[in-house]
């Protein structure tokens, strides 16, 4: 089940981004992972619209939206590739006509993931906290 995040979620969607930030990025050190908990957790997600999807009363993964962009969209590494971080999307897909993020290049998973969602590259920038080459995207919605 996809429901809005609640205060009370924000430990467990902390612990999923730790979790599968250093599993999808083990090209930048696990201590900057864990030097970003507590801004994840009292300013990114407060700050941010975001979702989480609960199966059996446990929370797998979340989504968040900022002023046009998906920041943050992460799913626990046991519950990955079954089917959770195509359903977030979609939720965020189906309340906005117009999505931007960054991918890490280096991520060559995610990327893939992204264009099969219909994502499309658009530029690239470097990560002002990694030093890292991302690739910037864009989905917009189309019309039928």
């Known amino acids: 089940m996809i429901r809005v995040i609640q205060d009370k979620d924000f430990d467990a969607a902390v612990s999923i981004w730790l979790a599968a930030s250093i599993k ?42 900022y002023q046009g962009s998906i920041p943050a969209i992460f799913v626990d590494p046991q519950s990955q590739s079954k089917g959770v971080g195509s359903l977030l999307l979609d939720t965020v897909k189906s309340k906005y006509g117009k999505l931007t993020l960054t991918v890490y290049a280096e991520n060559r998973k995610t990327h893939q993931f992204y264009l099969r969602h219909g994502f499309i590259d658009v530029g690239s920038c470097i990560c002002e906290h990694t030093g890292h080459k991302q690739i910037e995207m864009c989905w917009t919605a189309t019309s039928l």
Not at 27 to 46: H, I
């Open 24 to 65: 999808a990025h083990s090209f930048v050190a696990a201590e900057f992972w864990q030097s970003q908990v507590t801004n994840m957790r009292d300013l990114y997600l407060p700050n941010s619209e975001s979702w989480v999807y609960e199966d059996n009363g446990q929370i797998v993964g979340f989504i968040s939206y």
